[in-house]
């Protein structure tokens, strides 16, 4: 079959976790704002997600 496996990788090394992660998820005041693909994601993205910003769009998983 074509199952998938998942694991959640918690680090402040952002580089290493778009090296490691095909999907990235940002906590907001201990909430899951937000998951989208890693890739071609910037550093600025990535900050406003993990900031709270609304409007993004969201990736479904």
Known sequence: GGGGA???V???DL???MEVSD????????????IRPAKGLS?????LMMGGAHGME????
Not at 23 to 34: C, M, P
Not at 43 to 47: N, P, Q, R, S, T
Request: proline residues 0%.
């Open 6 to 8: 998942a694991a959640v």
């Open 10 to 12: 918690i680090s402040q």
């Open 15 to 17: 580089d290493e976790l």
């Open 23 to 34: 999907n990235f998820g940002a906590l907001n005041e201990g909430r899951l704002s937000q």
């Open 43 to 47: 550093m600025e993205e990535i900050g």
């Open 58 to 61: 969201v990736a479904h998983v």
